[in-house]
């Protein structure tokens, strides 16, 4: 069904259904234990927005988003930079400022360079190497810093509706909403079928990516690890909070600097009963 022009909101993790802009998606919609459920047309998650059409700038404006945080590095943005709808405020949190590698953020290079595929992600390599870049999201100083203004940014009613984004949404934005979920008291199941839903809202769009790759003399095969998501690299991030936080609230707390209030206005402004 159709309001004005904007898809509405279904089930959760129903994608708002804008075709320049994949994997974009309400954070909202979950049911939390208790009997509560998040809030939706709070926070959005999509792909970084280089890509949005003009015949889709009406119904994208529609969300009335306030502000767009962009979790990409400086070369990523450099490289397609993000469209802007009027209005909205624009805020850099830049996750991977202090990675050695930053794998994540080089999929634009992968996608161009067969041999450098290879190289990086060659002989069953990918996995591991994407698990270890969500143990970089919880732990690096500069994830850190991002998510605490992010989370920070969203507990003021202020800056909503906001939406989050990386290059594919997926793995920044999606520890971003994992995250949340998390503290907002969503189960673990359902934060981890949320986070899943990328395989099904973003791979198709790669499609003509992949065939290029391929005719570049590259094994799209190669590709599925790193541009798709697998249960393995969300759990890789949450076994690390476990290991050095304890719990999601110990992350917000001692890992992001959050104290409770923060966490409280996060749960008040995100979540309802009823």
């Not at 974009?24 to 792909?47: C, Q």
């Not at 945080?69 to 490289?79: F, P, V």
């Not at 690096?140 to 969203?154: K, Q, V």
């Amino acid at each position: 069904m159709d309001i004005g022009g904007l898809p509405t909101v279904g089930e959760p993790g129903t994608a708002i259904g804008i075709a320049s802009v994949p994997n974009l998606r309400d954070v909202g919609g979950w049911p939390t234990a208790g009997g509560g459920r998040v809030r939706t047309g709070l926070l959005y998650r999509s792909v970084d927005l280089s890509r949005l059409a003009d015949e889709d700038l009406a119904v994208f404006d529609k969300l009335g988003i306030r502000t767009i945080y962009d979790l990409r590095t400086g070369a990523e943005r450099d490289q397609s930079p993000d469209r802007l709808p009027d209005g909205a405020a624009y805020v850099v949190l830049d996750v991977l400022a202090d990675s050695a590698d930053a794998t994540p953020a080089k999929l634009a290079e992968v996608l161009a360079d067969p041999q450098l595929a290879a190289r990086l992600l060659g002989d069953g390599r990918a996995p591991a190497i994407v698990e270890g870049a969500y143990r970089q999201i919880v732990c690096l100083d500069s994830a850190r810093a991002a998510y605490r203004r992010l989370f920070a940014d969203l507990a003021d009613a202020g800056n909503r509706p906001a939406l989050v984004h990386c290059m594919s949404g997926k793995d920044r934005t999606g520890w971003a909403a994992a995250a949340l979920l998390g503290l907002l008291g969503v189960p673990e199941e359902l934060i981890m079928a949320d986070y899943l839903l990328t395989n099904a809202q973003l791979l198709p769009s790669m499609q003509p990516r992949f065939d290029a790759f391929a005719r570049l003399g590259g094994d799209p095969e190669l590709l599925m690890p790193i541009f798709g998501v697998r249960e393995q690299y969300l759990r890789a991030a949450v076994d690390e909070t476990r290991r050095r936080f304890g719990t999601i609230e110990g992350y917000f707390a001692d890992g992001l600097g959050l104290d409770a209030d923060v966490q409280r206005r996060l749960r008040d402004a995100f979540t309802y009963v009823g």
